[in-house]
């Protein structure tokens, strides 16, 4: 099956900066990536998805970016602000409404 | 907005017991998906179901079994449980293939 590995595990940023989070998948079919931040105490909520027909899909401070060739996309988050601290979690999907998720990041911005 | 509410934030179940955790969506998904979330090893599918009275084994389905008698609801059941069990367990539903899941806040079980 899919294999979806998440990189940097912990990232702390100052406030005002930017942060990158990265993951790279295995399986060549994966059509459809989806971000989930995870505010302590409450469940994963989407924050932003990309298709494989897309390079790159930009809301706001909150932009991700696909690499299909090298099977890699990434989160960036611009002007960080400390509300942004929560784990970040990046996932897969192949089709089939069946995800495959990361490891997760924690975020923590910096006042 | 969706809703999908897990019925209980914290439990504590002594080992060899039953257990039921409860999910409900309210937007009428055809898609709920139990999950267990473990420090470093990210969410774990256990089961899911595309419709009532349908099930489907995920990546540990192990120790856990599923019911979904309507399509509001789907429940998690550990027939025995243990204390590698201890976890977070999430809820999620969904409307159509490949979109975004909604996630219920989560069941943190604890087995002693």
């Known amino acids: 099956g899919e294999n979806v590995e998440q990189h940097p595990s912990t990232l702390s940023v100052q406030e005002g900066d930017s942060a990158v989070i990265k993951c790279t998948y295995s399986d060549s079919a994966s059509n459809y990536f989806p971000w989930y931040k995870q505010e302590l105490g409450k469940g994963p909520q989407l924050i932003i998805d990309i298709r494989s027909n897309v390079g790159e899909k930009k809301d706001q401070r909150i932009a991700v970016t696909l690499n299909k060739t090298a099977k890699h996309f990434s989160l960036h988050i611009t002007e960080t602000q400390p509300e942004d601290s929560a784990v970040y979690f990046c996932?897969?999907?192949?089709?089939?409404?069946?995800?495959?998720f990361g490891t997760g990041t924690s975020l923590t911005v910096i006042p | 907005d969706v809703k999908v509410t897990q019925s209980s934030r914290y439990l504590v179940k002594r080992t060899g017991e039953k257990v039921f955790l409860e999910c409900v969506q309210d937007m009428d998904h055809e898609n709920m998906f139990w999950y267990r979330q473990d420090p470093g090893l990210g969410l774990r599918l256990i089961y899911f179901s595309y419709d009532v009275k349908m099930k489907e084994k995920g990546d540990i389905p192990e120790g856990y079994s599923v019911s979904r008698e309507k399509k509001e609801r789907f429940s998690l059941i550990l027939e025995s449980a243990s204390t590698n069990q201890t976890s977070m367990y999430l809820c999620a539903s969904s409307l159509e293939q490949e979109r975004g899941y909604t996630f219920g806040s989560g069941t943190r079980l604890t087995v002693v």
């Open positions: 996932a897969a999907s192949i089709g089939g409404n069946q995800f495959y």
